[in-house]
């Protein structure tokens, strides 16, 4: 394994979570964890990047031991502990410890935008500041304790469509219309801001690589039609096999791999094909 001190690239890695480096079923990261070590030891960076909420990935940085930067919401804020970078980038607030930048917009005009449309055209779908602990529960899987974490958004809101494809079509264009926009995840629509999962981690970049001697690469990986943007920008683009849904296409990326095995165990093998691919000829 090469060291960090002999590349002459600074790598970064962006990841999504759920159904990526989370198994899409049981939310277990097991299989990914020797790999998870082996960057922090060569100083590789791994920037969770997800659809979940600023609590609820706290708790699973420390689950993962991860003291990176993270990105909220679809690209909605982007969590930088303080004192992690020589100085404040530029925009952020600093709120609990973090340097926070808000390319979003709030789930307040979110919500009322969600509830007069709602008024017009019906609401063919659960939404999750409408519905009990319990549906969320049975809609995600999550314990109810995580449950209450998905709900303390800030910045989006998940829609379980129930409706038709067609309804979907023209609700996302009421949605983009009123200057919202609209991600298909794995099981949920996100209606967010103007933002997504490949903005921030641009931003995100930028400033890396302000702080750095190197240049500054990508590595992206996600499982769905949400994570493209994201997957877009990388230098080496990383979809990962879900076993519930195709993966999404990307075409004419120059480098991409789509693993043969799914959610942590396929991204642990695509990073260590990197790692012994990319980053030895760095």
Known sequence: MTTIASLKTQWLIASDLDGTLLDHFSYSHQPADA?????????????????????????LRDTLQNRHPFIAENGSAIFIPQDYFPQKPELAHEEDGYWVLEPG?????????????????????????AASNGEIVAATGLSASQAEQ????RYSEPLLWRGTEQEKA????????????????????????????????RLLK????????????????????????????????????SPTHAPP??????????????????????????????????
């Open 249 to 282: 296409e990307l075409p004419h990326h120059p480098q991409q791999i789509t693993t043969g095995e799914t959610g942590p165990q396929g991204w642990a093998s695509a990073i260590q094909e990197i790692l012994n691919r990319e980053l030895h000829t760095s």
């Open 170 to 201: 023209a609700f996302t264009a009421r949605a983009n219309a009123a200057g919202f926009a609209t991600l298909q995840g794995g099981r949920f629509l996100h209606v967010l801001g103007q933002t997504d999962k490949g903005e921030a981690t």
């Open 35 to 59: 790999t998870l070590q082996q960057l922090e030891a060569v100083g590789i960076p791994v920037i969770l990047n997800s659809s979940k909420t600023r609590d609820e990935m706290l708790t």
């Open 150 to 153: 998905a709900n303390q958004r």
């Open 206 to 241: 930028k400033i890396y690589q302000q702080h750095s001697d190197q240049p500054c690469k990508l590595i992206a990986s996600g499982d769905g039609p949400n994570d493209l943007d994201m997957l877009k920008i990388a230098d080496v683009a990383i979809i990962v096999r």
């Open 105 to 129: 917009a709030s789930r307040r005009r979110i919500v009322a935008f969600l509830q007069q449309d709602g008024e017009s055209h019906g609401a063919p779908y659960l939404n999750f500041s």
